[in-house]
């Protein structure tokens, strides 16, 4: 048998493990039910692939540049301009933040049940830019923003300068709530799933399309906040605005090359008339014989642009929403979809379930993640910052992090998966479960590295008597580079990998709200962090509220078992996902 025989049953082994239809390989369409702008069957050689995806790519570095060029100084502005307070100014900056991935979930319906993903990036886009015009003008003509301080005497913004300020700053928090959970589905989108070739570069889409992502947040945090902070935030603002129409040029320049998907109605409604059908149909047994079960007579599914879904054994009292009443037999009933379901819609709330604990699991690492942007920092400002004759700001060490995912990128994709395939014969070199579960570990020793250093730095401070002195101790802060570019190692994986799987095993109608289901664990995340540091500083602290394991001085606390404490959750959430993984039962479409 030649080489050439062999890849060829290896691609169609690869299929058949996804599930995938071989007939559809090696037509000059699209497989996987894609059309071009006006509703027509795409050529696959004259549209998709990495033409359309540098459109993308391009929009989507250029978006996040417009954002983070805006977030990561945001609570600068907020104190320096507006003369607001630290707790005032974090608080907004926080919930800001939480907002702009809450958002996603409505940029998310709207795409999969009405608009597709195009329109709804190309609506959103539009919403966005207005954002970044309003808060530029909000920061640029003098009464849009207070006087400046006078010694002391700082005057407080006036309520329509708020309104003002508040109101771009929201418009792009719903702005990016549109695009977030669309852009990397649709990029996806541009790669036949029914083609072998194809799913492999789609594998390496959701790599640079992080490295995008990293490009962008690079060069924000450098050079544009250099800029607020040195030239002006009129400048400092509207440089982001600028890269905003760039991303929305971007973006339309490659329509005539883009695969669309069309939207097939609301997952949500189709998620609820699984569960009244089978709460209708409870007292019902539902058969062995699963060929009994109703399904749509087409090829398709009765979702436009949907692909259908074979019957699994798993769940079976959810297969009572597809029985087959004998008066729905003789009377309409049939065609209500509140009392009968086909097997794929009920196989859609199925993989939802499944994907459930997965999903779950991303919580706690969002938390682990969360202390790169605030206990990490805290424990930087209490080390030496002096390198040479300069000193860093703690937070410059976030750069470590960007850095590596940027490197990591390209020899993951070009050097690492390939290997990877020799030994695992998958196409992409690990399973999504496998890539995300890598990470997982990586970010508990992540963790673990910053608490080794913690107490490092703690047992400095005893010896030289600075436990109760509120003062940096003479420990480089060098030493909390492996722990960023640690996490850096641990995104690659997770991060990713979530994008992928929340991709691919998501149904096709419900690609969208999945993707924005995926980057709402990033605000639980948060939220959970918030939530642990609150109980932790309650249960640690005396009765008058000082002292504990996180206090205002670290020296005289114990962050170490903070960070241990994480380290343990990251663990025990790292064997649930194991656990949870090897029981998961793959999309098998039909």
């Given at each position: 048998m030649g080489i050439q025989d062999e890849e060829r049953l290896l691609e169609e082994r690869l299929l058949l493990e996804d599930g995938l239809p071989q007939n559809k390989i090696s037509g000059p369409y699209t497989g996987d039910g894609s059309v071009d702008i006006k509703g027509q069957p795409v050529l696959k050689r004259n549209t998709g692939n990495w033409r359309a995806c540098s459109f993308i790519l391009g929009t989507e570095c250029c978006e996040r540049l417009a954002l983070y060029g805006i977030g990561f100084n945001l609570v600068s502005y907020l104190t320096k301009t507006l003369h607001e307070g630290n707790v005032s100014a974090a608080r907004n900056v926080s919930i800001w933040a939480g907002t702009c991935s809450l958002t996603s979930i409505i940029g998310a319906v709207i795409a999969d049940a009405y608009w597709g993903r195009?329109?709804?990036?190309?609506?959103?886009?539009?919403?966005?830019?207005?954002?970044?015009?309003?808060?530029t003008i909000s920061a640029t003509i003098p009464g849009f923003k207070p006087a400046e301080?006078?010694?002391t005497m700082c005057p407080s913004a006036t309520p329509a300068q708020y309104f003002v300020f508040f109101l771009g700053l929201y418009l792009i928090a719903l702005g990016t709530g549109g695009i977030k959970p669309c852009v990397s589905s649709f990029g996806a989108d541009q790669f036949d799933d029914t083609d072998p070739e194809e799913r492999i570069k789609k594998g390496s889409f959701f790599n640079w399309f992080y490295f995008s992502i990293n490009i962008?947040?690079?060069?924000?945090?450098?050079?544009?906040?250099?800029?607020?902070?040195?030239a002006g935030w009129g400048l400092g603002f509207s440089i982001p605005t600028l890269f905003m129409g760039v991303a929305i040029t971007s973006f339309f320049s490659g329509t005539p090359l883009y695969r669309f998907q069309n939207p097939g109605g609301s997952p949500l409604t189709r998620v609820c008339q699984v569960l009244v059908a089978t709460f209708r149909k409870r007292n019902l047994e539902a058969p062995t014989d699963y060929s009994l079960l109703y399904e749509a007579p087409d090829k398709t599914s009765e979702s436009t642009g949907s692909r259908k879904l074979d019957h699994t054994d798993e769940m079976k009292c959810l297969d009572k929403a597809a029985v087959i009443l004998d008066a729905e037999k003789k009377t309409e009933g049939?065609?209500?979809p509140w009392r009968l379901c086909t097997?794929?819609?009920?196989?859609?709330l199925k993989i939802l379930i499944r994907m459930f604990p997965i999903w779950a699991t991303g919580i706690i690492f969002s938390a682990a993640y969360a202390q790169m942007s605030t206990l990490f920092i805290e424990q930087g400002t209490m080390m030496d910052r002096t390198v040479g004759s300069f000193s860093i700001p703690a937070a410059s060490l976030l750069t470590f992090n960007i850095i590596t995912v940027i490197l990591l990128v390209p020899i993951y994709d070009m050097l690492l998966i390939p290997i990877a395939r020799k030994f695992t014969g998958k196409e992409r070199g690990f399973s999504e479960l496998q890539r995300m579960g890598i990470g997982l570990f990586i970010s508990v020793v992540s963790i673990s590295v910053a608490a080794l250093v913690e107490m490092k730095r703690l047992a400095m401070a005893e010896a030289l008597g600075l436990v109760d002195e509120d003062v940096p101790v003479p420990i480089s802060i060098l030493w909390q580079i492996p722990q960023f570019i640690l996490f850096g190692a641990a995104e690659i994986f997770t991060?990713?990998?979530?994008?992928?799987?929340?991709?691919?095993?998501?149904?096709?109608?419900?690609?969208?709200?999945?993707?924005?289901?995926?980057?709402l664990t990033s605000s639980l995340g948060s939220y959970l962090s918030s939530f642990m540091l609150t109980i932790v500083t309650a249960m640690t602290s005396d009765e008058d509220g000082k002292g504990g394991w996180i206090p205002d001085n670290l020296n005289g606390g114990h962050l170490d078992y903070f960070f241990w404490l994480l380290a343990g959750l990251g663990f025990f959430n790292m064997v649930v996902y194991v656990f949870c993984a090897k029981r998961y039962k793959q999309k098998r479409v039909a």
């Open positions: 195009y329109w709804t990036i190309s609506t959103f886009s539009t919403i966005y830019f207005l954002g970044m015009c309003t808060l301080c006078i010694d962008g947040a690079l060069i924000s945090s450098t050079v544009i906040v250099s800029i607020q902070e040195n049939i065609s209500d097997v794929t819609q009920v196989e859609e991060v990713i990998g979530q994008y992928e799987f929340f991709y691919d095993q998501s149904p096709d109608s419900m690609r969208s709200l999945c993707s924005a289901l995926s980057l």
